[in-house]
């Protein structure tokens, strides 16, 4: 009994770190697909806007910049992640 216990013990000691990288990896890519589906979205919602301001609504002015400062949130999401990682000394 106490020798399976020590083998399902070594077992998951081991396995663990790569189960991290593992999942630090899944992480990042997701991240990557978030950033770029957010910039899909801001695209079409630059378009959406724009064909407001086209038809000449009145909040049309206001769509576009909202648009426009959410495009650029969603870029700045990495560099303000990769700040945030440094300065509280992350890895």
Same mark, same amino acid.
């Given at each position: 009994?106490r020798?399976?216990?020590k083998? +399902?013990?070594m077992t &998951?000691?081991?396995?663990? $770190?790569a &189960?991290?990288?593992?999942?630090?990896?899944?992480?990042d890519? =997701?991240?990557?697909?978030?950033? #770029?589906?957010g910039?899909?979205?801001?695209? *079409?919602?630059?378009?959406?806007? $724009?064909?407001y =301001?086209? *038809?000449?609504?009145q909040?049309?002015?206001q769509?576009v %910049? #909202?648009? +426009? =400062?959410?495009i650029?949130? !969603? *870029?700045?999401?990495?560099?303000?992640?990769?700040?945030? %990682?440094? !300065?509280?000394?992350?890895?």
């Amino acid at each position: 009994m106490r020798k399976k216990l020590k083998f +399902v013990m070594m077992t &998951f000691f081991i396995t663990t $770190g790569a &189960f991290a990288a593992s999942l630090k990896g899944t992480a990042d890519a =997701l991240g990557r697909e978030a950033i #770029q589906l957010g910039i899909a979205l801001g695209i *079409l919602g630059l378009a959406i806007a $724009g064909t407001y =301001l086209a *038809l000449g609504k009145q909040e049309g002015g206001q769509k576009v %910049t #909202q648009a +426009v =400062l959410g495009i650029l949130i !969603v *870029l700045m999401a990495k560099t303000v992640v990769t700040t945030l %990682t440094s !300065v509280t000394g992350g890895a």
